[in-house]
Structures are given as structure tokens and as C-alpha cells.
């Protein structure tokens, strides 16, 4: 038998009915149960509701025993919402379906009162899983308790209830019996409440006119959530009040007279939408709807190249042309670090601050990245003044984009197992086998992407007075790094990071002459004189002193070079000559000499070059399809990189496909030189190979090393097989 002792639905009622008993008030909050706990008691319906519809129909017992006496226990801490209410309907029906299959008449009529007592308009469906003989008892029930009232109204959409009752489509309310408040309200009318008294069974009708005293705006919006003002007052959020898919998100507004009024959608992040409304009448109204324009600003990125990449606060945005030559971003106002990455040109980072309506332009610079790594040492406060001097001097520099990653250079060395002492070694020895280059290079990809890496190490972790600079690119470019040092006291001003800014493409002049220094004469002298350069073409002769370039004392062939590189862009690139006083038996004279330009081949043991930042221009160089410099000379210096950083086999690999022009001095004899050198460093079972390479660069008599004026390709090479014998 089951038996709920009637107490559920009274005390369901008496909680729907008044806001709560004394005693329900005197709690204390600690015995309030948690949120959720109607959701907690479902999943012993629907276990229920699986074995009632199961051959086992009757195990389900437990279940809604257990199910109805939860929500009996909860309701006096917490009013049933709907759906439970509902549960606790179709429960009762089954618990009436089973003690009717065992003849308990009394517990049927008790859980079918129960029903009607929490749903008075209840319809059990005949041709549903209730019986006929369960149907005929319910409704005869029905029928004794409940009785209807048909409610005329004006206006027709008006709602009618008796608390939480809802008359149905046709204004029908279906009630328990005895006396029942009847409300009626809509909005922009005043309320009306009307006592009757249901009688069981039967039907009465009132009818009821609603006094307008008030106009009512619909605001309707594009999207829920938006703040509506009225005259700078709140009025509420707007929301869907329907499930209807064509419904818009709403707030009704039922107290407004006839008068002028300024409504205001208010939403964070977007634009207010203002405008003025007038109520002629006291009448329904309707505004909108409103769609909200989201708060921005425009960013013109000037001189912006296909294929970049832009990140927004690490967010990634898509530039569009909206017109003009230049894209745009649209950004919603704030602080933002705007980050451009190009795979061949390199980085951009700039910090913009956007205000709404405004439009910034950018001008956009993409340079190679070079992070910065910090300092290791644990003198910091040697540190701390070395690392804004090395700011200083990174950030100036125009080739290069610093991007400051101070902060990751000791974990990435650290995941490397290479420690400050270890560095501090490899500075004075550079003993290859001392650290993994390599590994150290992979970290800094992992954490730091950039195109070249600058490291300083102090040189003492009490009291630094100088730091060891470490200079090492990305991969697939060899990991050995350059490493000098430099004085804390000039951190800003040391010359070698201006090597940073030089370019190894850069092409060197030349006159195509051999010029010695000469201690019997105090001037330098020509030695020789190429058939094929400026200086043959002005009509220099060997044995001549040069004695002034452009009226300036010559007293060497380095201070002779210098005056020249001074004179590339102003002389060299324009066609300009420059006037050379000459010395010889039949006396001085000045001639008018151009200065030809020579593609630099790098050395591979270079102390003043900086290899990493050279290996990386060369690399890019290689990449590019706009390149200027003949990709022979780009090859060949790349293999000269490799050779530098040990890395044999792209070195050989690079040389072999290296096409100089053999008849040129600067291309004959030259490649086969360098892959006698690469295959010597090779070792013993690469002896022979290194031997036939400098045997026929020894036969290239014309043939000249790193520019048209360098040192002749023969004699070094014929060095070499001695060497080797």
C-alpha cells in the first residue's frame, strides 16, 4: 500500500499561496538545503517513470515514494518550481494507476484529489496509458471539486489568474471550489481583483473593463541584455519573454503619461542609441527595434605588406580595405599592443590606444625580430643598469626589431643545462663540445620566436665589470653564437653592436689594382693592375704612389680603402669620380678614377663580422624572389656562414651548387678554394678530395679572394697542398 498521508499537498499550497510560514522564517540558514535540490530529486522520477513503463512495473514503488516525500521535505525550505510541480502531478497518476490495479480504492481517490488540488484543470487523457476506468474516477472527482469561471474581459489580452492558476486561451479558469480571488492586469491598466465563489461542477461568467491609466512602451532590441533609460532613469534589461524564434528581446514600460520623453539603450561596449519619443495617448507603443552599433575605432595600417600576420593583445585581426590603399583594423577601444609577423620581412610591435570614432595610422616598419634575453649573472645590481643601456642601444638600431624577452633568458638556458659559468667559459675557450648550441637554439624557438638572439652574461656574480655578449640566430642557421666583450661603463656606446646595422651584402669598392703598403716611400704603391678595372681604365700604372685621394694625404692602402667606403653612395653608386694624385720617375699628376663596386664574399675567421646577424640576412636574401645580389655570391657566403659555425655538410652542399663565373677574378678559383677548405676540416678520409679542389684553384692564376681587389686565389691554395703532403 502506499500512503503519502495527505500532508504534500496542503503544505504545497499553503507555500504557493503566502510567501511562507513563521516557523519556515525562523531558520536558520544553515539549515536551508543547497541550491539545485530539485534537480537532485528528478533522477528518481525518471527511474521511477523507466520501471513503471517496464514489465516491472511495480518496483517503481520506492522510487515515487521516495521522489514525492523529497519534494514534500524540501517544500519547506523552498517553494516547487513548475516542472517540479509537474513531476509531482504525473507521480501522483502513477501512484493512482498502481494502487487501482490492486483494487485500493480509497488511495486512488486520495492521490487523484491530490492532483486536482495542485492542477484543478488537469485532463487526464483517455486515450493516453490511464485507463477508462482511472479516467471516469478522475473526472467524477473533478467534477465534485473544481468548478470554472469564464472571465469577459477588456482590452482581450489581459491576464487572469488566481495566484499561481492561469486561465486558459478562452479566458477559462478552472478553480478549486469555495471562495476564489480572480486577478485581472495588464499593463498600462490599472489591476482588478474580483471575489467569487466556485461552485463544484459549475460555470460562471463575469465581466470586467480595465481602466487605462497609463501608456505602454514595447522597447524592442536586436540582442537581449540591453539597458533601457527613460529620462536618465533605469528601466530594466531587455529579454526574450517568448520561445518563439521570430520574437525580439523586450521590455515594456506600463507607466509612462502623455508627455515627451528621452530613451536611452545602453549596452557596454556599444554605442548609446538615443532618441526622443512622444506619448499623444495613453495607448500601446512600440520602439524599435534598436540594434546597438559596437563602440570602435579604425587603425590604418600605412605601408602594410600581403601575407602579415596582426595580432591584437595576442588576438589574431584581420585588416580589410575598406578604401584607399591601405587596410584597416576595427578595434574596440582600449590599450592595445599591436604585433605584425611577416615570414620573410620580419616584425612589427607598436602600442596604440583606440578611442571610439577615432581613426590612428600606423606606420608599418617590418624588420627581423631580435629578442633580447636578459642578463645571467647574479650581480643585479650591475644588472639592472646594463639591462637599460642594452635596451637602449638594441631599440635603436634600424635593421632589427627588438622584442624584449628579458624575462625568459635564464629558463631557456637552464632547460638547456647550461649555466652562467658554463658561458663564462665558453667566452675565454669557446670549446665547441661545451654546450649544446643547438639545444640552447631550440629552446629559444619554442619560447621566443624571433630571427636573432642577444644574450649578455656578466662576468662576475659579486661585482661585474664587464658582460660576455652572446649572438646567436634561429634555426635552420648554424647555433654557434659570435661572443664578445664589452665594458659595463660603455655598454650604450661599444662599437661592435653597430656591426649589427652593416650589411654583409653590401658591395665593397675596388679600382682593380693591387696596392701594397711601402716603407721606402711613405705612400702605397701599385703593384698590379687589372686588365679589367677602373684603374687600367683611367690609365694607372704599376710602380705609382698614390699620394692624395680628393686632396687628402694617402699614407696607407687601409687609410686609401677607408677613404673609398666613405665614397660608396656619394661617388660609387652615382658615377662620380674622385681625384687621385700619383707620383712616379716622371713626376706627379692627377687623374679623374671611378670607384667600381665588388660583391664581399665572406671570410670564414672574420673578427670584427658578427656571423650571426650576416647568417640570417643571407638566409633571407636566399628566401626572397626580389633579391639583387646574384644568387651565386648569396650561395657562397651562406656556405662561408656554415663553414664558420662547423656545420661541414651544408657547407660542402652549398659550395658545389655555388655557379661563379669562371672567367671573372673574383669568381675563378675561388669556389674550389673554400671546398678545399671544408673538405680538409672534414678530416683525414676527405684528404684526397681537399687535394683535387686545391690543385685547380692553384691553376687559376687571375683568380682573387672575398672582393675583385683581394688576396690571389693561387697562392693560398697552393699553400694548402703543402700543407696537406
Do not use: C
Request: glycine share 6%; proline share 5%.
Amino acid at each position: 500500500m502506499i500512503d503519502h498521508s495527505g500532508a504534500l499537498v496542503p503544505l504545497l499550497l499553503a507555500m504557493l499561496l503566502a510567501i511562507g510560514s513563521v516557523a519556515a522564517q525562523e531558520l536558520d540558514e544553515e539549515d536551508l538545503e543547497e541550491p539545485g535540490i530539485w534537480e537532485e530529486l528528478r533522477p528518481l522520477f525518471f527511474r521511477a517513470e523507466e520501471l513503471f513503463d517496464s514489465p516491472d512495473q511495480k518496483d517503481s514503488v520506492p522510487f515515487l515514494e521516495e521522489f514525492i516525500d523529497g519534494v514534500e521535505a524540501n517544500s519547506a525550505f523552498e517553494e516547487p518550481n513548475e516542472e517540479t510541480l509537474r513531476l509531482v502531478v504525473q507521480a501522483l497518476f502513477m501512484t493512482a494507476t498502481l494502487s487501482l490495479n490492486r483494487f485500493e480504492d480509497e488511495e486512488v481517490d486520495a492521490d487523484l484529489r491530490r492532483i486536482l488540488e495542485i492542477d484543478p484543470a488537469y485532463i487526464m487523457d483517455r486515450d493516453g496509458i490511464a485507463s477508462s476506468k482511472l479516467v471516469d474516477k478522475f473526472e467524477q472527482i473533478q467534477r465534485e471539486l473544481v468548478g470554472r469561471v469564464v472571465v469577459v474581459v477588456d482590452p482581450l489580452d489581459a491576464q487572469i489568474s488566481s495566484y499561481r492558476w492561469q486561465a486558459d486561451e478562452e479566458n477559462t479558469l478552472a478553480l478549486p471550489a469555495g471562495p476564489q480571488t480572480i486577478l485581472i492586469e495588464r499593463p498600462g491598466y490599472a489591476s482588478h481583483e474580483e471575489e467569487v465563489e466556485i461552485q463544484p461542477g459549475d460555470a460562471i461568467a463575469i465581466e470586467v473593463t480595465l481602466e487605462r491609466i497609463a501608456a505602454v512602451v514595447t522597447v524592442l532590441t536586436t540582442e537581449p541584455g540591453i539597458d533601457i533609460y527613460v529620462d536618465s532613469r533605469a528601466r530594466g534589461r531587455t529579454a526574450l519573454e517568448t520561445e518563439s524564434v521570430d520574437a525580439a528581446p523586450q521590455l515594456k514600460i506600463a507607466d509612462l503619461q502623455i508627455a515627451e520623453y528621452l530613451l536611452e539603450a545602453r549596452r557596454e561596449g556599444f554605442r548609446t542609441y538615443r532618441t526622443k519619443i512622444t506619448i499623444e495617448r495613453l495607448e500601446d507603443w512600440v520602439v524599435g527595434p534598436i540594434e546597438l552599433a559596437p563602440t570602435s575605432g579604425t587603425v590604418v595600417l600605412r605601408g602594410f605588406p600581403a601575407a602579415t600576420v596582426v595580432l591584437a593583445n595576442g588576438v589574431i585581426a584581420t585588416p580589410e580595405f575598406v578604401g584607399g590603399p591601405d587596410p584597416q583594423l576595427t578595434l574596440s577601444p582600449g590599450d592595445y599592443l599591436l604585433a605584425l609577423d611577416h615570414p620573410l620581412l620580419g616584425v612589427f610591435e607598436t602600442t596604440i590606444t583606440i578611442a571610439d570614432r577615432d581613426e590612428t595610422t600606423v606606420q608599418v616598419k617590418l624588420r627581423p625580430a631580435l629578442a633580447f634575453l636578459g642578463a645571467l649573472g647574479k650581480d643585479r645590481t650591475t644588472a639592472e643598469p646594463l639591462l637599460a643601456h642594452l635596451k637602449e642601444s638594441l631599440s635603436g638600431l634600424e635593421r632589427w626589431a627588438l622584442v624584449d624577452r628579458s624575462n625568459l633568458g635564464e629558463e631557456i638556458f637552464a632547460e638547456a643545462s647550461v649555466t652562467t659559468a658554463m658561458l663564462r667559459s665558453y667566452a675565454q675557450t669557446e670549446q665547441q663540445t661545451s654546450i649544446r648550441w643547438d639545444a640552447v637554439q631550440k629552446g629559444a624557438e619554442e619560447r621566443a620566436k624571433a630571427s636573432l638572439y642577444v644574450l649578455a652574461v656578466l662576468s662576475d656574480d659579486v661585482l661585474a665589470t664587464t658582460a660576455e655578449i652572446f649572438i646567436f640566430p634561429s634555426a635552420p642557421l648554424p647555433s654557434r653564437p659570435d661572443v664578445f666583450t664589452i665594458s659595463i661603463s660603455d655598454a650604450v656606446s661599444n662599437r661592435r653592436f653597430a656591426s649589427l646595422e652593416r650589411s654583409v651584402l653590401r658591395r665593397r669598392p675596388s679600382i682593380g689594382a693591387t696596392i701594397v703598403d711601402s716603407a721606402v716611400h711613405g705612400h702605397p704603391v701599385l703593384l698590379q693592375i687589372n686588365s679589367n678595372g677602373s684603374a687600367a681604365r683611367a690609365g694607372l700604372r704599376p710602380g705609382e704612389e698614390i699620394l692624395s685621394l680628393d686632396g687628402v694625404e694617402i699614407l696607407s692602402v687601409a687609410q686609401f680603402r677607408e677613404e673609398l667606403e666613405r665614397r660608396v653612395e656619394s661617388h660609387a653608386e652615382s658615377g662620380k669620380t674622385v681625384a687621385v694624385g700619383l707620383l712616379s720617375s716622371e713626376g706627379e699628376r692627377t687623374i679623374d678614377l671611378a670607384i667600381d663596386l665588388s660583391p664581399r664574399i665572406v671570410g670564414h675567421r672574420e673578427p670584427e663580422l658578427l656571423y650571426a646577424p650576416a647568417a640570417y640576412e643571407l638566409w633571407r636574401e636566399a628566401q626572397s624572389e626580389d633579391r639583387v645580389v646574384q644568387k651565386w655570391i648569396i650561395d657562397l657566403n651562406l656556405a662561408m656562414v656554415y663553414l664558420r659555425g662547423h656545420d661541414l655538410i651544408r657547407s660542402i652542399t652549398l659550395l658545389r651548387q655555388v655557379s661563379a663565373p669562371s672567367d671573372a677574378v673574383l669568381g675563378s678559383g675561388m669556389t674550389d678554394y673554400f671546398l678545399g677548405i671544408a673538405l680538409q676540416s672534414a678530416g683525414e678520409d676527405q684528404a684526397e678530395n681537399a687535394r683535387i679542389f686545391f690543385s685547380a684553384a692553384a691553376e687559376r692564376a687571375e683568380g682573387r679572394l672575398y672582393f675583385q681587389d683581394g688576396p690571389w686565389v693561387a697562392p693560398r691554395a697552393r699553400a694548402r697542398l703543402k700543407a696537406l703532403e
